[in-house]
DNA sequence: AATATATATGAATATATGTTCTTTTATTGA
DNA sequence: TCAATAAAAGAACATATATTCATATATATT
């Protein structure tokens, strides 16, 4: 294709980063750490109102595949956005959304 | 939470388009269409190198959901972007993936 | 009307995902 | 060392998704 955006590899890699992002509990996770720098899975777990268990698979989810970092201090575990671009897709998806759907 | 960038519903609606798109043939649909207005899904098959029905059925399933539309033309069926705002996201990922994974 | 072309549809299936519940591990502090 | 707290890990299950194959539908052409 001649006006290609993204090649081949990086389409792939697109598409698994917004397969990864795409569940309403993971972009509420992805803002709160846009906003805060860091969290511990706790505090993340009474924001969002969602039990530990299922929180933590969602966190450990997205730091397997790269997009959330984790660091133990103490007894708590924080976790934090690897790269703080990813709220960019957010922001993205506020604007286009007005006209979709 | 204080400086939310989406508001409840429209994480889910945010979750909803993200998953819907969150796939490497579904970007590269969008891509296409992007560069493109509209194109059938002739064409869209053998650009992506796809099976018919294949092709087909993610072509609907994004017409489904609200992201592209389709119309008739004769023996053709012409798909576009319902709101071009989608490329967005992929002009978005380009920039976020040089960090990231 | 018969045929060819373009596309959609549906069933079948394999695979992946999300959630819950239970158990385990790590850390701290008594 | 024991209890308490924080979080991870794993099994089980339900549900959703992706793909293939076969068939149906719509249009155009002869």
Redesign the interface.
């Known amino acids: 294709?001649?006006?290609?955006?993204?090649e081949s590899e990086?389409?792939?890699?697109?598409?698994?980063?917004?397969?990864t992002?795409?569940?309403?509990m993971?972009?509420?996770i992805i803002?709160?750490l846009?906003?805060h720098e860091k969290m511990s899975v706790g505090e993340i777990c009474s924001?969002l109102d969602c039990e530990q268990s299922l929180t933590s698979h969602h966190l450990s989810n997205m730091r397997l595949?790269?997009?959330l970092s984790s660091k133990r201090e103490g007894k708590n575990i924080f976790y934090s956005l690897?790269?703080k671009?990813?709220?960019?897709?957010?922001?993205?998806?506020?604007?286009?959304?007005c006209?979709?759907?």
Do not use: W, Y
């Open positions: 294709m001649e006006n290609m955006v993204l990086k389409i792939e890699k697109a598409a698994f980063i917004l397969k992002i795409a569940h309403p993971r972009l509420r803002e709160i846009g906003a924001i595949k790269g997009i690897k790269e671009d990813v709220t960019k897709i957010l922001s993205c998806l506020e604007n286009c959304q006209n979709m759907g």
